[in-house]
């Protein structure tokens, strides 16, 4: 379940007061404050005002079509990472179904056909002019840029096509977590520098980078 720190005391939120199941996968935080979870087998939930809503008190439409986020189209698909972006869009990265976005209630999906290069995605971020970059686990890093998918992986200088996770550095430069255990950087110019074994990084897998305050 999910449990909130109020600077004093916890409070949990499970199963027991409405969530469909207890296994978080992703949070987000929406423009309006509300808590945004995914639970196990494509499930979402919010928490909004002290209480637990579900898909069934969203009205989610898939495209349009009537159909719920659990719909016959990515029904049972497990949600690996959640994001909203600058105008309120929810972004939502599915094991093994691509990525959906969310505006205005209904549900819109990206795949293959819309020229996503691969259908795991491990990880969201939104860089400083608002383009959307997705990690994919085995197609590396994708940027969506006015509709269209540009992908950075080994091909283009990348030292993995696994992409765990990303983001943008105070400089402009595009940091990426590779799953052996390196760093790889796009610099604004488009040059990529990888921070391997051998400058002294983890062996293992990297699942999570941030940047301090002072760079």
């Not at 990880?123 to 085995?138: A, I, Y």
């Not at 080994?154 to 550095?169: F, M, P, V």
């Not at 999570?208 to 002072?214: E, K, P, Y």
Request: hydrophobic fraction near 35%; proline fraction near 1%.
């Amino acid at each position: 379940g999910l449990g909130r720190f109020d600077g004093r005391r916890f409070t949990a939120y499970t199963s027991l007061d409405g969530l469909t199941n207890n296994a978080l996968s992703a949070l987000a935080i929406a423009p309006d404050g509300s808590v945004w979870m995914a639970a196990a087998h494509g499930q979402l939930a919010r928490l909004a005002q002290g209480r637990v809503e579900n898909e069934s008190e969203f009205g989610i439409k898939n495209d349009g079509k009537g159909d719920k986020i659990g719909g016959d189209e990515i029904k049972g698909d497990d949600i690996n990472a959640l994001l909203f972006d600058h105008d309120g869009n929810l972004w939502i990265g599915f094991e093994s179904r691509g990525l959906a976005r969310l505006h205005n209630g209904a549900l819109s999906l990206y795949g293959a056909t819309n020229g996503l290069p691969g259908q795991t995605v491990e990880s969201f971020f939104e860089d400083s002019e608002h383009n959307l970059w997705v990690g994919l686990f085995d197609s590396g890093l994708v940027q969506l840029r006015d509709g269209k998918f540009t992908t950075f992986g080994k091909a283009e200088g990348l030292s993995s096509n696994i992409g765990w996770c990303g983001l943008q550095a105070k400089d402009g430069s595009i940091w990426m977590a590779t799953s052996t255990g390196g760093l790889d950087r796009i610099l604004p110019d488009g040059a990529v520098r990888s921070y391997t074994n051998g400058e002294r990084q983890s062996s293992e897998t990297i699942h999570s980078i941030l940047q301090t305050r002072d760079g």
